[in-house]
């Protein structure tokens, strides 16, 4: 009997073909991606890690493929072994780092693993603030870290720029274990250098960036990379601009050795310190489906097209951000630098982000409402919505169609207003008064779709 979920997918499958992915955090992954994700790695259970111990060059992909002795709590790890170990190799290569760990299962369990290797319960943690773009698990207390640490937080300034005089302020007086730069509706390149200034007026203070967002743009070359900067620690997920399957990663700089001996709490043990807080500190058995695709992942963003990729990326955004505010719109910051856009739309148009979403998803455009740095609270009805061309330039958009998305856009906020003076009450379900409205753009917004094929689709 077919599955009732058999047929759920294969709806999913339309919308995503029909419709056009803007939400910053999502992509499409190719084809290999996918396969090994769904291969038969998911069946074989390998706690622990494996061994490049005393290896010199073990970061060079052939030593990475060679049979090795492991540090595993199973049998039949021949294979698995080599997987993961091509994995880390070269998610190493690809962002300059001593070491990876490609554990973790979210990159919630990244930033989890890192706080856990590096604090103390009690110990202060200084990270943006979720209103400012901070993700929740930089220290919002419905989180369980904020629950065991002492998160401080900092915000952006006018121009939408990290407040980096408040950052230092606080540094300085709080002496943080961590400063944690990081963020998911932010706009700008950070001045790691800055940054790093500050830290080195701090005993044990280490540096760790969530680059969740922008770590395919690192990938890539068109932002800096914190690990060149002086940062110690780098987390990512590795499903968004990187563009592999769901998870997480931590790169780090220091010494690689045993996460079997007991390390001292240096900076030069951090990469043993964060492998025995992610197994066995935080997590069980790792997902060596999802390790293998990461492999793959990490593999498509060491080749060179990759670079286009990441460029065509921060090319759209710009571009839409321009197109966007020619139609009235108020952007966060004055526009992007990366790949994400973060809309004004109480002030632009008057009504609040949720209306818009909801509006934009009658037409196929998928996007989500965001609280502004200015909102105080209430993230079920944010004065925002944020947005991001890294899945929509996968599929091949270009410059010129960010023009047609920006029209589209203005004409749905239009729409949305007439919906709002006619009932402030409910808008949402005045927009129904509009169906054939919203149905013509959805068919404009269809065709354009079906010209870009979703990549496994
Ligand atoms: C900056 C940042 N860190 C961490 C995460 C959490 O990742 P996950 O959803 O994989 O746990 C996100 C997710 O959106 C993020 O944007």
Known sequence: MKDLVFDLIKQEKVRQSEGLELIPSENYVSQAVLEAMGSILTNKYSEGYPSFEGIPGWEESQIAEEILPNYRYYGGQVNIDRIERLAI??????????????????????????????????????????????????GSPVTRSAKIYNFISYGVAADGDIDYAELESKALK????????????????????????????????????????????????????????????????????????????????????????????????LPILIDRAVFPGTQGGPLEHIVAAKAVAFGEALQPDFKDYAT????????????LQKHDFILQGGGTENHLILINVKDSFGFDGKLYEIALDKVGLTLNANSLPTDKGGAFRPSGVRLGTPAITTRGFNQNDMKTLALWMKKVANLCKKAYAKSPDSPESALDNFSDEFEAIHEEVRTLALKYPVPGI
């Open 312 to 323: 065509k990326i921060v090319a759209n955004a710009k571009t839409l951000a321009t197109e």
């Open 89 to 138: 190799a070269r998610a190493c290569q690809l962002f300059h780092a001593d070491h990876a760990n490609v554990q973790p299962h979210s990159g919630a369990n990244a930033n989890e693993a890192v706080y856990f290797a590096w604090c103390n319960p009690g110990d202060k943690i200084l990270a943006m603030s979720l209103p400012a773009g901070g993700h929740l698990t930089h």
């Open 174 to 269: 709080e002496q943080p274990k961590i400063i944690l730069i990081g963020y998911s509706a932010f706009m700008k390149i950070p001045d790691f250098d800055r940054i790093a200034k500050i830290a080195e007026k701090i005993p044990d203070c280490i540096l760790m960036a969530d680059m969740a967002h922008v770590a395919g743009l690192i990938a890539g070359g068109v932002h800096p990379n914190p690990l060149d900067h002086g940062f110690h620690v780098m987390t990512t997920t590795t499903h968004k601009t990187l563009r592999g399957p769901r998870g997480g990663l931590i790169l780090s700089k220091g010494h690689v050795a045993s996460p079997l001996k007991k390390p001292e709490k240096t900076i030069a043990n």
